[in-house]
């Protein structure tokens, strides 16, 4: 065994990584990640240990959100950066360490390392394997991997100017509580609800942060089409390194297109301005082998989710920023303000060919929580005359299975008296087929990014209150969801905190739940899987 890794949907044979991720990551990229992860336990401990005040930790909370995004599926692939984060994070161990004097710690928040081997070695040791009980890892993984989607969102946040100590401190709480043998099971399913609370919280702190900037998203057709300029092409989720972009795109006779989860920039207000800001190029994230070598210009990743290139010739086109990172493709780093320098990337675009056209038409999207309340009337009157019978939340994330067709197939088989609900990139299973409208109201309702899943919840809470229901799980809404990486597992944990129940995941359960884990989650919220399309619509339709 090179290596274990379990943290996304498609992991091999459903049960764990073993050789070479899935994602492409090489077994020294995944064992530098789990020693990142490893040496974050020990910093959250001496912080929880000594009592540390966050508010007096000052960057060390950012360089701790950062070091948690960098180990995401398909964010960063280049171990000479992790290395390089390593041996930062263990100098800010050292330097916490010293200011809580003698504790009593966990080898985490004390080991040493010399060298990239000795590096790998501690890896293998102290990786997701170590923990010997298989409930215990289940429940420490799964809330690890809520974590790292919780910091993926505050991260976001905090680009734009906005953070919330208490979501720093929770971090510390949890993945210390990771090293602490004395926690039970029951502890630590207690702790995994928790992680849910504090991710309905990073969800609202980065949903404040971008409208409060950006404005709220609105109702928008997006052209997919494409126009003879050189252009640069957009994918990740980071908001502010767009606006960065466009700014400095604007008057050199660049186009800029989104891909991705990148697509509900398009919806916000702020970005309408830009003259240059023309549409969104190809589909979900997996696709990205194909359509990034017709796109012909740069393409930036801001976040996740990177695929290997197939060819050197995409991969010099190919620029990192952020908690990114690929080797050979240049990474831009921002000035101690902020700043990014993105010259170099629209130098390249100006020498390089129009993107070659893969499709035509427009797309709508921008149904956020404002934009749905205002049309609260329209929809509470559909449903109580019978117009709408249900609602079908179908967020989350897109992926490469073959078995994924089944999203497609069941938004297209709908029965036309019911309206999709979603987020994140598993719209691109549905979002270009003509499923029509009720009364106006369009049958795909595009919230915009996994993070504005959010959204979709606080939709689900106004039509309780609207209907005056005690629970709401009495809702017309049924939960169909496709799960891909960690941040749809924060996004789960949210939604299990506020109170939601009998969820669908597919295309499989995650790997890394145990037996006993899954039985609970079953037994005490209802999760489920996916079966044959036609017969999940009536069983969801009650038929």
Excluded at 210 to 226: A, D, F, L
Excluded at 371 to 386: C, P
Excluded at 523 to 538: A, H, L, M, N, T
Aim: aromatic fraction near 8%; glycine fraction near 8%; charge should be negative.
């Amino acid at each position: 065994m090179n290596m274990f890794c379990y943290q996304c949907q498609e992991t091999a044979r459903g049960t764990g990584c073993t050789v070479r991720g899935v994602c492409g990551k090489t077994p020294e990229v995944a064992n530098l990640q789990d020693l990142l992860i490893y040496t974050l336990k020990g910093i959250s401990e001496i912080v929880v240990k000594g009592d540390l005040d966050v508010k007096e930790l000052g960057t060390f909370n950012h360089d701790m959100l950062n070091s948690l995004f960098i180990t995401i599926t398909n964010a960063n692939f280049d171990d000479d950066a992790i290395e390089k984060d390593i041996i930062k994070m263990l100098a800010v161990r050292d330097q916490l360490r010293t200011k809580v004097g003698a504790l009593d710690l966990h080898d985490s928040a004390t080991f040493t390392v010399s060298d990239r081997e000795s590096m790998l070695k501690k890896a293998v040791a102290a990786g997701v394997l170590s923990t010997e009980d298989e409930d215990i890892r289940s429940l420490r993984e799964m809330i690890i991997y809520g974590l790292k989607g919780l910091a993926a969102y505050t991260h976001h946040a905090l680009n734009i100017g906005k953070e919330d100590y208490d979501l720093y401190a929770f971090v510390y709480e949890a993945l210390a509580a990771t090293v602490d043998d004395s926690l039970s099971a029951d502890d630590l399913v207690a702790l995994t609800l928790k992680t849910g609370e504090y991710g309905v919280k990073a969800m609202a702190l980065l949903d404040t942060a971008n409208t409060s900037k950006y404005g709220n998203p609105e109702i928008t057709e997006v052209n997919i089409g494409v126009r003879n300029n050189p252009a640069i092409l957009v994918s990740g989720h980071d908001l502010t390194d767009l606006e960065q972009l466009l700014e400095q795109t604007q008057g050199t006779g660049v186009d800029v297109y989104t891909h991705g989860e990148m697509l509900p920039a398009h919806y916000y207000p702020a970005f309408k301005k830009y003259d240059n800001f023309v549409g969104n190029y190809g589909n979900a994230w997996w696709k990205q082998i194909e359509e990034f070598a017709s796109f012909n210009g740069p393409i930036l990743f801001t976040t996740n989710c990177i695929v290997p290139p197939r060819s050197e010739e995409v991969r010099s086109r190919i620029f990192t920023t952020g908690s990114t990172g690929y080797p050979g493709c240049v990474h831009i780093d921002a000035d101690e303000e902020g700043k990014k320098d993105f010259s170099q990337i629209i130098e390249m675009a100006k020498s390089l060919k129009a993107p070659e056209e893969i499709e035509k038409g427009i797309i709508v999207g921008g149904f956020a929580h404002n934009q749905v309340f205002a049309l609260a009337d329209k929809v509470v009157e559909a449903v109580k005359s019978g117009a709408i019978k249900k609602f079908f939340v179908m967020a989350g994330c897109d992926g490469r299975m073959k078995s994924r067709d089944y999203y497609t197939q069941f938004a297209d088989r709908l029965p036309q008296d019911t309206v999709i609900l979603t987020a994140g990139c598993a719209k691109y299973r549905y979002n270009k087929l003509d499923l029509g409208d009720i009364g106006g109201i369009p049958r795909v309702l595009d919230a915009g990014q996994c993070n504005d899943s959010y959204s979709l919840a606080l939709i689900a809470l106004k039509l309780k209150e609207i209907f005056e229901l005690e629970d709401v799980n009495e809702l017309p809404i049924v939960y169909n969801i496709a799960w891909y990486e960690q941040k749809a597992v924060i996004v789960l944990l949210a939604l299990l905190y506020l109170g939601v129940k009998n969820i669908h995941l597919g295309p499989t359960l995650p790997g890394f739940l145990s037996p006993n884990v899954a039985k609970v989650l079953v037994e005490k919220f209802g999760i489920g899987g996916i079966g044959e399309v036609d017969d999940d619509i009536k069983m969801f339709m009650g038929a």
